[in-house]
């Protein structure tokens, strides 16, 4: 079967390219992507090329598929794998692997590592080990961009469980935050920390009792205050404050007065700059723990931190890149039972959009950046459907779809989009 695929021959070079997939062997699977959302650690990937740690060194002879939060059904099942899924099935994908026998050592991954499997492709192949693993998740919820999403959102959950806090004289760490703690999600309102949001605010146990998310571009904020708004928190038992850190004269102390000079339990940091750290660690409650959460290009990156309070004040500094098999099921139950991701996209292309997408996407604003792989059409912002439609008559109907849900990606209009954007 042929493929069309974008994927990484060097650094800096994408290329989407039309080549034969081999025959699946009996321990493997053939699958359909449908869509595949876009991650700023593709953009990584393709920058660095093979000195990016997942990515192998051979990329002129076997050059690997780009795309790691994906979703698709299944076409072919070979006969080692044929009890436990089957033609037809929807699904979602667990890229981070953990391997030690794949391409790359322990840190082998779909989108990053293999010739034949990841997101931004129209047919790949799942070998062994993503089945071996439980890498492989069913996905029986609504639509297919919310199980691409479930990977996205299972950086978050993994995050939050990631966290400790320990007990005076003992030296048990006890995982997760502070159940009705305070917590704070520093430069918080990109696409991951509207995840982060999403998942504080619907989680069902574990949840602070303050919430406060800072940035300093207020146009994101009230973005963000509409999505999740204040009132919507409170239902769900939390106090959430947005606060533009730009608009306070002494932005730590302005964040400590919120809590009433208590401090933060919880601490998660959004934004790779040191001045966003050293507000965090300035925050911190005794017992608090700090999260970097944002995976830093620069691998001599530092930040200042106060060692006065580590020692004195028991402050924990712990870092996360993606979730666990775990946290993917969570994920997909969440968005089986109603959690809907729409909030987190903002802007929908076709295959053909990728290269380019990709390679430019710190420049590209917004939030997701949502690929339907079998598709072909430019990258286009769901705010500019209403201009699209005037020459492309498809944007008229997406536009009054995603209208009637306030402005956002919808199941509906991915529904449509599938059955009438031209075939790739």
């Known amino acids: 079967m042929k493929t069309k695929a974008v994927r990484i021959h060097g650094k800096g070079d994408l290329r989407l390219d039309e080549f034969d997939l081999p025959q699946i062997k009996d321990n493997e699977i053939l699958a359909k992507i449908i869509c595949d959302s876009i991650c700023m650690s593709s953009y990584k990937a393709a920058k660095q090329g093979s000195e ?16 790691h939060e994906y979703s698709g059904e299944i076409v072919e099942v070979g006969a080692k794998w044929q009890h436990q899924f089957k033609p037809g099935m929807k699904y979602s ?62 950086c978050v959950i993994g995050t939050m469980h990631a966290n400790f806090h320990t007990n005076p004289g003992s030296y048990v ?6 159940d009705g703690g305070n917590m704070a999600i520093l430069a918080g309102v990109g696409p991951m920390g509207l995840a982060a949001i999403n998942y504080t605010i619907n989680r069902k146990n574990r949840k602070p009792a303050l919430l406060v998310v800072t940035d300093i571009d207020q146009a994101r904020l009230d973005r963000a205050s509409l999505l999740f708004s204040p009132e919507l928190a409170v239902k769900n038992g939390i106090t959430l404050k947005y606060v533009n850190t730009k608009n306070l004269e002494n932005p730590t102390q302005g964040l400590l007065d919120i809590t009433n000079g208590k401090g933060y339990n919880d601490v998660f940091i959004f934004a790779p700059v040191p001045s966003v750290i050293e507000q965090g660690d300035g925050i911190l409650a005794f017992d608090g723990c700090l999260n970097f959460f944002s995976g830093p290009n620069d691998p001599n990156f530092k930040a200042p931190l106060n060692f006065y309070n580590v020692h004195y004040n028991y ?62 059409f430019a990258l286009t912002a769901i705010d500019d ?27 509906a209009a991915e529904k449509y989009l599938l059955e009438n954007a031209p075939e790739i």
């Not at 990016?52 to 795309?67: A, C, E, F």
């Not at 639509?143 to 999403?149: H, I, K, S």
């Open 93 to 154: 994908i667990q890229p981070a692997l953990n391997y030690k026998d794949g391409p790359v050592g322990i840190l082998s991954a779909p989108g990053y590592s293999y010739p034949y499997n990841g997101g931004d492709a129209t047919y790949v192949i799942m070998p062994n080990e993503v089945m071996e693993l439980g890498c492989l998740l069913p996905y029986s919820g609504p639509g297919f961009y919310p199980a691409a999403l479930a990977e996205p959102l299972s």
């Open 315 to 376: 402050s924990h500094i712990v870092g996360t890149s993606g979730g666990n098999t775990d946290d993917m099921k969570e994920a997909l139950n969440m968005m089986a039972v109603g959690m809907d991701p729409a909030g987190l996209v903002t802007h929908i292309g076709g295959l053909d959009a990728v290269v380019e997408t990709t390679l430019h996407l710190p420049e590209i604003p917004g939030g997701k950046k949502l690929i339907y792989t079998n598709k072909k």
């Open 385 to 411: 459907f209403a201009e699209k439609g005037k020459t492309t008559p498809m944007f008229v109907e997406l536009d009054r779809l995603v209208k009637a849900n306030n402005g956002l990606w919808s199941v």
């Open 173 to 178: 760490h006890n995982m997760e935050i502070v």
């Open 52 to 67: 990016h740690k997942r990515v192998p060194d051979d990329l002129s002879v076997n050059p690997p598929i780009i795309g």
